[in-house]
């Protein structure tokens, strides 16, 4: 199904498989090289490669879990979401495609998906991720006052959101 795309084209979703764990660790780190590096300086906390692969490598094993890829009009890879039945897992848009509406394409994708299994859309956020916190905020994401701290080094706050109206 076409979407949103970074030159306000079309670009193309498909469902990722297994062979894709390598792909969305890079597309998670182009975006997160740029979105994130206050918080993560690369200098001192480089980009944790092998453990986002094999997070990816187990996400995509998971029955409940759904990723999908968005490839622009020559067939690059742009953005990705992932969701299981409750929870927006990810989304990512590489920063050169930033603002032409793809990740607000993707995450209106994975919230069907949640919705369509029963569920409540959430997602964890990082307290200091500004830029996905305002997109959020103006697609009607809340906090609900639950924190965390996260996975990796130096291990920020994440901040639980919910989908406004949705129930919960």
Known sequence: MPEPGPDRGRVRLRRAGPDDAPLLRDLERAANLVALAHVFPPAEHPFPDEAVEQRW??????????????????????????????????VAVRPEAWGAGLGS???????????AGGGVPRLWCLRRNERALGLYARRG?????????????PHPVEVELVLAGSGA
């Open 141 to 153: 994401w809340r906090p609900t006052g639950t924190e965390r701290e996260a996975v990796y080094a």
């Open 57 to 90: 490598v187990a996400a995509l094993r998971e029955p409940a879990v759904v990723a999908w890829v968005a490839d622009g009009d020559r067939g690059e890879p742009v953005g990705f979401v992932a969701h299981d039945d409750t929870w927006v897992r990810q």
């Open 105 to 115: 394409a993707l995450l209106d994708r994975a919230v069907a998906g949640v919705r």
